[in-house]
């Protein structure tokens, strides 16, 4: 069983920047492939970004085309820690910001149904 506890959210002025932490727990999180996702009131929940393992796939990179260029995805294994750093935030990146860890697999994942384990959210508000 692995837990994913998410921090860093907050307040922030359009333009400006916030990084997402999602420590977890279990000594195998190395080899989960991870991702954030996140909703908005109203919406259903949406893919932001993945990463795969290091060992399997390099650590290889997915973004979605509304965050591509400005979040980036990133792991410390040995910290059993991703971030997302998340630059010229605007508005409408104003959601639940959720970490997602998978049991296994090669490459990158993009869709809610493809992770087992989910954290409880941390809520980021960017205003105008």
């Known amino acids: 069983q692995v837990q994913l506890v998410e921090s860093g959210g907050g307040l922030v002025q359009a333009g400006g920047s916030l990084r997402l932490s999602c420590a977890a727990s279990g000594r195998t999180f190395s080899t989960y492939p991870t991702g954030w996702f996140r909703q908005a009131p109203g919406k259903e929940r949406e893919f932001v970004a993945a990463?795969?393992?290091?060992?399997?796939?390099?650590?290889?990179?997915s973004y979605a085309d509304s965050v591509k260029g400005r979040f980036t995805i990133s792991r410390d294994n040995a910290k059993n820690t991703v971030f997302l750093q998340m630059n010229s935030l605007k508005p409408e990146d104003t959601a639940v910001y959720y970490c997602?860890?998978?049991?296994?697999?090669?490459?990158?994942?993009?869709?809610?149904?493809?992770?087992?384990?989910w954290g409880q959210g941390t809520q980021v508000t960017v205003s105008s």
């Open positions: 990463i795969s393992t290091i060992i399997w796939s390099g650590g290889s990179m």
């Open positions: 997602a860890a998978r049991k296994y697999g090669s490459g990158t994942w993009t869709e809610v149904e493809h992770y087992d384990y």
